[in-house]
T-cell receptor, first 114, second 113 residues
Framework: SAVISQKPSRDICQRGTSLTIQCQVD?????MFWYRQQPGQSLTLIAT?????????ESGFVIDKFPISRPNLTFSTLTVSNMSPEDSSIYLC???????????FGPGTRLTVT | QKEVEQNSGPLSVPEGAIASLNCTYS??????FFWYRQYSGKSPELIMS????GDKEDGRFTAQLNKASQYVSLLIRDSQPSDSATYLC?????????????FGKGTKLSVKP
């Protein structure tokens, strides 16, 4: 498996502002993903973070709202832009290791937008 | 639309009993199947993966896969109160490094002492 850390663990933000979430992994990974889990719901994939190129977004998610960077094999950021209360959710980083097909999740960032 | 279906529960079992969690999926080309456990307020934790038809056992957990019926299940033997959590079924059609997971909505399990 892998040790995945996310920062911040939680934040309360005002409407219209932006928050950048960081994800750091302790080993090189083939793929990194960003998920959202709204209250009482299951996980929804936002995008796949590609190293050195633009992220691949799922239907319903756009780069202007959720810009993603992945400068190397162990680090990625997700920005939630121009936030509204509907963005209140848990945001999860997930990784797949080079030698495995299993996918692991970071501890998550709990975001509340007021 | 690829879908993964689970009974939302809650599923309540007494301590020491067998808990049976079920999952069906719509995409016939799915190759990889996973069960995650999620405690309230925590992130999902991978507990089982299965890729071939049949049973796979790991401690008190047994995953069962039937690709013809598009059905995957998780059995928890000797259930403990600490097993109380939401169990998420996830399915992927990736055979290597491509593809991504599709999650069911989860089954909430409650183990009563």
């Amino acid at each position: 498996s892998a040790v995945i850390s996310q920062k911040p663990s939680r934040d309360i933000c005002q409407r219209g502002t932006s928050l950048t979430i960081q994800c750091q992994v302790d080993s090189q990974v083939t793929m990194m993903f960003w998920y959202r889990q709204q209250p009482g719901q299951s996980l929804t994939l936002i995008a796949t973070a590609n190293q050195g190129s633009e992220a691949t977004y799922e239907s319903g998610f756009v780069i202007d709202k959720f810009p993603i960077s992945r400068p190397n094999l162990t680090f990625s950021t997700l920005t939630v832009s121009n936030m509204s209360p509907e963005d209140s959710s848990i945001y999860l980083c997930s990784v797949r290791l080079r030698t495995e097909t299993e996918q692991y999740f970071g501890p998550g960032t709990r975001l509340t937008v007021t | 639309q690829k879908e993964v279906e689970q009974n939302s529960g809650p599923l309540s079992v007494p301590e020491g009993a067998i808990a049976s969690l079920n999952c069906t999926y719509s995409d016939r080309v799915s190759q990889s199947f996973f069960w995650y456990r999620q405690y309230s307020g925590k992130s999902p934790e991978l507990i089982m993966s299965i890729y071939s038809n049949g049973d796979k056992e790991d401690g008190r957990f047994t995953a069962q896969l039937n690709k013809a019926s598009q059905y995957v299940s998780l059995l928890i033997r000797d259930s403990q109160p600490s097993d109380s959590a939401t169990y998420l079924c996830a399915v992927s059609n990736y055979g290597g490094s491509q593809g991504n997971l599709i999650f069911g909505k989860g089954t909430k399990l409650s183990v009563k002492p």
